[in-house]
């Protein structure tokens, strides 16, 4: 499945954005989903994850409360709500998709990889 994330920017201390990412290719209601950031200097790290219904969604420790995941199977697209930001939040920002039978969401192991969108988080 081809992924296009979308929807970053700059953004003040507390603020909101809200994340997009558009799939095409293959039929996303296949697909469980996940979002994953990678600041400057650092690894890439797990930051959401989503089932394939959107039932049943997964958080980092670091976003818990303040970040959203979800999706419409409909229209084949990914989201990720992010309030009360801080500037440790900013990072390139990635969408994933992994095809799977299961019925719960994924921190790991996912097939394909969107081009990431850059979320600046100003102090």
């Known amino acids: 499945v081809q992924l296009q994330a979308f929807g970053g920017g700059l953004v003040q201390f507390g603020g909101s954005l809200r994340l997009s990412c558009a799939a095409s290719g293959r039929t996303f209601s296949n697909y469980a989903m996940g979002w994953f950031r990678q600041a400057p200097g650092k690894e890439r790290e797990f930051v959401a994850a989503i089932s394939r219904s959107g039932r049943h969604t997964d958080y980092a420790d670091s976003v818990k409360g303040r970040f959203t995941i979800s999706r419409d199977n409909a229209k084949s697209m990914l989201y990720l709500q992010v309030n009360n930001l801080k500037p440790e939040d900013t990072a390139v920002y990635y969408c994933?998709?992994?095809?799977?039978?299961?019925?719960?969401?994924?921190?790991?192991?996912?097939?394909?990889w969107g081009q990431g969108t850059l979320v600046t988080v100003s102090s």
């Open positions: 994933a998709a992994k095809f799977t039978f299961s019925s719960f969401p994924h921190k790991t192991l996912y097939d394909d």
